[in-house]
C-alpha cells in the first residue's frame, strides 16, 4: 500500500511539473508573439498627412508623475514644430497639483503662440479639469468640455494636522531645536502661533492672486464678473460654459472637426515603447503565475 501511495506521490508531481512547465511555454511563445507583432515590426506613420495634434495632461501635475513641466512642454514643442499638424488640442483629464509645474506650462504655451501664430491651442477637458489643470487650460485660445466635466476650482489649498493634544495625553515630550526663529513653522507637534497661521495664509493668498492673475489674463472678457469663480468651487461643463470659464461643449474630436475641418487626430504625448509595454505586461503576468505556482497569492485555496 505504501508503494502505491509513493507511486501515485510521484506521478502526481510529474504532472505537476509538466502543466508548469506548460504554462511558462505559453507565456513564452505570447511573448515571442508580441514581440514579433509590435517589438520589431517597422512602425507605420502618416504624420506627414495633416493632422490635429494632441498633447495629453492625465492624472495628478507634479514633477514626480507622468503629467509633469518637462513631459508636458516636450510634446508642445514636438506638436508646434510638426509641419503637417495644423493645431493643437491639450487633452486634460487632470484634479491639478503643482502651481509651478502649471506655471511652467501655461508660460510655454503662451510663448509658442507667440512663435507660431498661426497655429491654434485648444484646452478639451474630459472628466475633470480642475485647479492647476484649469491653470493650463487657461492659456489656451479656446477651452471645452463635455458637459458633465468638472471645470474649476480656482483656489490654493494646504492642509495638515496637530498632534500637541495626543502628545500631552500620552504623555510625549517635543523636542525641536532650531537656528531660525521660524525654521520650524507649522511643525504638527507643536502649538500653531497665530503669527505663523497669518504668514502661512499669506502665501497662500499670493499663490491664489497669482492664479487668479493668470485665468483672467487668459480668459479676458469672456469671465463672468462673479468672485464666485475663484472661490475654490468646481463647476459641470455647461455651468462653466454659463460662468465664461470655457467656450463650448465637445470633445477632441468634434474640436478638430467643427473647428478645423480636420478628422486625423496624432497623439504627441510621450509613449512607452511597444517593447517596453509588452515586457512590463509579461513581467505582470509572469509574477501572478509563479506566485500562484508556488503558493504566495492570498487567501485561502483548495489545491
Not at 512642454?73 to 509641419?83: H, K, M, Q, T, V
Not at 463647476?235 to 475641418?261: F, H, M, P, Y
Not at 480636420?262 to 504627441?268: A, G, M, W
Not at 503558493?295 to 485555496?301: E, R
Request: proline share 4%; net charge negative.
Amino acid at each position: 500500500m505504501l508503494n502505491g501511495l509513493f507511486v501515485e506521490q510521484r506521478r502526481a508531481r510529474r504532472w505537476g511539473i509538466f502543466f508548469k512547465l506548460l504554462t511558462f511555454a505559453y507565456l513564452f511563445i505570447i511573448l515571442g508573439a508580441f514581440l514579433f507583432r509590435y517589438g520589431f515590426a517597422p512602425e507605420q506613420s502618416d504624420s506627414s498627412l495633416p493632422h490635429v495634434a494632441v498633447v495629453e495632461v492625465v492624472g495628478p501635475i507634479s514633477a514626480q508623475e507622468e503629467a509633469n513641466a518637462d513631459s508636458i512642454i516636450w510634446s508642445l514643442r514636438n506638436a508646434f514644430e510638426a509641419d503637417a499638424a495644423k493645431a493643437v488640442i491639450v487633452r486634460i483629464n487632470s484634479p491639478g497639483g503643482s502651481p509651478v509645474q502649471s506655471g511652467y506650462v501655461y508660460d510655454e504655451i503662451k510663448r509658442l503662440r507667440e512663435i507660431y501664430p498661426e497655429k491654434p491651442l485648444y484646452a478639451v477637458i474630459t472628466d475633470i479639469g480642475a485647479s492647476g489643470a484649469y491653470y493650463i487650460a487657461a492659456a489656451a485660445d479656446e477651452i471645452y468640455a463635455d458637459k458633465a466635466s468638472l471645470v474649476g476650482s480656482i483656489g490654493v489649498v494646504s492642509g495638515g494636522f496637530g498632534f500637541v493634544d495626543l502628545m500631552d495625553k500620552l504623555g510625549v515630550e517635543r523636542r525641536t531645536f532650531t537656528a531660525g526663529d521660524n525654521k520650524a513653522l507649522l511643525d504638527p507637534f507643536s502649538p500653531l502661533r497665530e503669527q505663523d497661521k497669518v504668514f502661512w495664509q499669506s502665501v497662500l493668498d499670493t499663490t491664489h492672486q497669482q492664479f487668479i492673475d493668470q485665468v483672467k489674463k487668459g480668459r479676458g472678457d469672456r469671465l463672468k464678473d462673479d468672485p464666485a469663480l475663484f472661490s475654490g468651487l468646481v463647476w459641470t461643463g455647461e455651468q462653466a460654459l454659463e460662468n465664461g470659464l470655457i467656450d463650448g461643449l465637445g470633445s477632441a474630436s468634434s474640436v478638430a472637426r467643427d473647428k478645423l475641418d480636420i478628422e486625423k487626430l496624432r497623439d504627441y504625448s510621450p509613449r512607452k515603447s511597444a517593447l517596453d509595454e509588452v515586457v512590463e505586461r509579461f513581467g505582470v503576468i509572469f509574477a501572478k503565475t509563479l506566485s500562484s505556482q508556488v503558493g504566495l497569492t492570498d487567501g485561502v485555496q483548495l489545491r
